[in-house]
């Protein structure tokens, strides 16, 4: 199908989209002007990174060509990751309120079988194309970029790629193919009812009973308080203590116990040191097999299998076909430039390896594109701010306490609730700020913690953490303050005007400490 000369409104794009993925044999889609020109490069997969790649290397003046397999641009995160997960954990804190007050207020008793994961998949299905129609649109209307989707692309070398019958070359390669879950390699593994975040919404059929989640990072924990906060009993089965597996960075301890601890108190059984020996069923998933943290096995029935095992980069081709430089777990080697080990290619987003996150993405792409287009360009991802979900939404930068006391040898910490023993602080209805009140007023433990950590002696704040609601933006500014060269200071950010009452206390909370010489804990 070819649309170069047709302007499809967003009805039309979806109605597009919805029939390539339903018909295995439609064609590609097609928006190429074919005028002869040269490309400055072809980005071959058109995800986070190569999407806004492309949409900057056109920015810039230059002239780019996506390629991708789906009949969408935007990649893996609206269509099986970040979009579901974020729909799920958004209606898990729903959920949670509805358990937590059930009968009382104006909440109805709590009735599970009005919670069905089926039906929130059904829900996410029948919308996500709609936000797949918009990038098409977007990107062809308004940011001018052409594109070959529906088609899986073939490096043939390091400038030539053959798609959809055609072959089109251009000055430089950015590969931007993403990653592909990892399965643990256990006898059983591929029976019916073993799920990932991808198979689950693509595949699910039926409202799982009891759910077994493998795995201790991110995708568990979100996944597995999802499931439970629909009333499906749920165990979480973790190699390494939850949080504590490597890919997630400055994980605060007291953070860390908060958000586990709160998982308990709902119900979760979670076993850490734990590993699953074995998938058991008739064709169809009946119990996995563990191996507990005392080396003892036990049976746990099921009908249900979710996979949190982590993602392996897409990197075969690249490897195979141009012979770039691969490194140990199946990443794409790039410098900081985004270039590969052969000329004229780069590589961008989780097909570089960790972090997998969209900031990381998207600014690959960017970054790979001004070094075409002639701009020298870096991008250092060793630091960034970082969240995840439970039923909770859990933001964190910069340093941990202990990680700063290690660095620094006057580390003063400013919390809530404060740690004083003695203080009964499981019946301080602090902090309370959004999505929090009924909780702080009904249920105080549940509301929420906060941590701020300071090298006292520059005053900076070189740490901050929050379990709670609404945060994640402010973690995005803080980032960017205390990673300037200037740093923030705890009497800069104490000097700030807050809007009270907001998620986070940290401008209040530095306002009543800032004017100390000599700091101390709040
Ligand atoms: C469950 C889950 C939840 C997540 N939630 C978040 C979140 O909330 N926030 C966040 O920041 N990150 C989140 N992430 C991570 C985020 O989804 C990824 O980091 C991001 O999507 C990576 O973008 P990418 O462009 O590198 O790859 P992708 O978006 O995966 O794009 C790769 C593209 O390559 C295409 N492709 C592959 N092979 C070919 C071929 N041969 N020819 C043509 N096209 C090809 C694919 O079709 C795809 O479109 C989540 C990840 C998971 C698994
Ligand atoms: N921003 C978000 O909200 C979000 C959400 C989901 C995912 N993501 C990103 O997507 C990527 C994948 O996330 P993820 O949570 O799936 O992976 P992950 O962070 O790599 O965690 C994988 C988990 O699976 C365990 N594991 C791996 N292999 C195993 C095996 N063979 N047997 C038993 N356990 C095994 C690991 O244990 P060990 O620690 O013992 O190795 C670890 O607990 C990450 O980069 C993540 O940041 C982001």
Known sequence: MDI?????????????IERAL??????????????????????????AGGRFGAAYLRAMGGRPLIIDAWPFLGGSCPH????????FSDVAAELDLWRWFSGQLFFPEWDPSRASILE????FLRGRSSAHAFMNWQTKEQLEVEYVLNARGRLVDASTVEVAGRTFTARNLVLGLGASPTYPDVPGIGLAGVFDFATLVEELDYEPRRAVIVGGGKTALEYGSFFHATGCPTTIVSRSPLMRTPSLHHVDEDLRRYVVDGMRKRGMEILEGAEPVAIEGNGKVERVVVRLADGSTAAIETDFVFLGTGERPNSAMAREALGVAVGPRDEVLVDKSMRTSVPS????GDLIGGPMEMFKARKCGITASKNIMGEPAEFDFSEFPDFLHTTYEVTWVGLTEQEARERFSDVIIIQMPPYVENLDTEHLPLPCAERTMLYAFA??????????????????VVGAHHVGYGAKDAFQYLDHLIHRPDGLTIDELGGMNELFL????????????????????L
């Open 443 to 460: 249920k105080p433990e549940l509301s929420g913690f906060q941590k701020l950590v300071i090298d006292a002696a520059s005053r900076r």
């Open 22 to 47: 339903e018909d295995p044999g439609a064609g590609p889609i097609l928006n190429v002007v074919d005028d002869g020109g040269v490309y400055d490069a072809i980005f071959l997969g058109g995800g």
């Open 4 to 16: 170069s000369q047709q302007h499809l409104n967003l009805e039309q794009w979806y109605d597009v």
């Open 120 to 123: 929130m998949i059904r829900l």
């Open 80 to 87: 099986q990751a970040c979009v579901p997960h974020h729909l």
């Open 345 to 348: 290619v780069y590589a961008i």
């Open 502 to 521: 907001n998620p986070e206390h940290f401008v209040q909370l530095s306002r009543l400490r800032a004017g100390r010489s000599a700091l101390v804990s």
